[in-house]
Each structure stands twice: as C-alpha cells, then as structure tokens.
C-alpha cells in the first residue's frame, strides 16, 4: 500500500515529503480554502513541484461540460495532476470523457460498494471511498474498501482504492490490511503515525545509560 497526504498545505507536504514516505498527495476544496494568499492553480502548481506522484485537485462544476473545462486546465499544470470527480451521473459522465483523452481521474465522495463499481467501470484511475464519514453514521467505511479491493481483483478492473477520509494511525493499518492500494493521510495522522511513546522512553534511556557508561 502507498500512502499519499491528504492536505493542500506546502509546509506539511515538504516536510511529509522529506520523510521518504509520501508517494502523492490529494486535496479538497475545504483543505484548499484553509491556504489562504494563493489562487487554487498555483497551489497545485506549488504542491506538483514539491511531488512528482499523482496530485488530487478536485473540480468545483457540477455538469459535464463545466468539469470537464476545469479537468483539462488543472491537467495542463502539470501531468501528474489527477481530476477529483465528485461520485454523480455528472461526474461519470466526465469521467468517462477524461479517461478517454488519458487524463487521470479519482471518483470522490463515494459511500458504496455499488458508486465505487461504477466509477471503476467509467474508467476511473482512483476511487476514494470515505472510511471515516461512513464510521461517522454508524456504518463500517473499511469494509467498502475492503469489498471494493476484493471486486476489482475478481473482475480485473484496473481502478485503484485510495482509503480517504481517514482519522487516526489505525485506519492506516486497516486500509492496509484491507488490501487498499492507497491510504490518504491528514499529516497530523502521519505524525502520529511516527510516533510512540516506547520510542521516546527507549531513547530517554539509552541516552540516561550512555551517560553512565565506563570511560574507555
Ligand atoms: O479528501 C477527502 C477526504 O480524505 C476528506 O476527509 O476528514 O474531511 O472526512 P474528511
């Protein structure tokens, strides 16, 4: 499984990047409206410079046409640009005429096995199931990934499953375990991720012992 960072902030995406961990990177309107001071196409344009992995930017149009407009001018920053498609009629309507012209698609907002089949079959690249907001209902989001990893291998449908909405370190471990091919992770997710008090205690210690060591 690859883990992609699941934020629109440059800071976070250097540092995460720094770490040799990241292999992408998606973004949503609410991550790019917390970026204040920078117009969305040069965000993208700074983010696909700090990453050379597949970048998420998310159209704002709701039929065809206007999305697939917004599509093709997000994909000429950059080609590892990916269009966020949100999971409508539209959306695969969109979608279906991007995959054709080659450019990389990821189906968002999806909350069933039954959206993320057919956003597989209009040809999209990723399909973003929304673990944490269906937990938030009351309902198990991992097993949509889980059950859509599991129809896309039987049927050989090449559409990747990037576990999204992700809120703590073990939903990473069970978008891994759930077969996932990626997991996007909010950095505060990561850092956590990083850490362990037996960590920080095992280090405490041995820097304590060093102290006391023999003089050679
Ligand atoms: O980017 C899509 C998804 O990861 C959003 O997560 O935490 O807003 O439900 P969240």
Redesign the pocket.
């Known amino acids: 499984m690859r883990i992609f960072l699941?934020t629109a902030n440059l800071d976070e995406i250097a540092e995460a990047a720094g770490w040799g961990v990241i292999a992408g990177v998606?973004?949503?309107p609410?991550?790019v409206a917390k970026e204040k001071g920078r117009s969305f196409p040069d965000l993208i344009a700074g983010i696909t410079a700090l990453v050379s992995g597949p970048v998420?930017a998310e159209v704002m149009a709701l039929e065809r046409d206007g999305m697939i407009r917004e599509a093709r001018e997000l994909h000429r920053i950059a080609p590892n640009v990916v269009i966020k498609l949100p999971m409508t009629a539209e959306g695969l309507r969109a979608g279906r005429v991007l995959s054709i012209e080659g450019i990389p698609t990821n189906m968002?907002l999806v909350f069933s096995v039954g959206q993320g089949l057919l956003a597989a079959l209009s040809g999209a690249t990723y399909v973003?199931p929304?673990v944490?907001?269906l937990d938030d209902v009351g309902h198990a989001g991992m097993e949509v990934v889980a059950d859509l990893v599991r129809i896309f291998q039987v049927h050989r449908l090449p559409t990747q499953v990037i576990a999204?909405?992700?809120?703590h370190p073990q939903h990473v471990v069970e978008a891994a375990r759930a077969g996932a091919h990626i997991a996007?992770v909010?950095f505060g997710v990561l850092r956590q991720l990083v850490q362990h008090p037996l960590t920080d205690l095992g280090i405490a210690r041995f820097l304590a012992d060093s102290k006391h060591a023999q003089p050679k």
């Open positions: 699941d998606t973004t949503n609410s991550l998420s968002t973003s929304f944490g907001r999204a909405s992700i809120r996007t909010p």
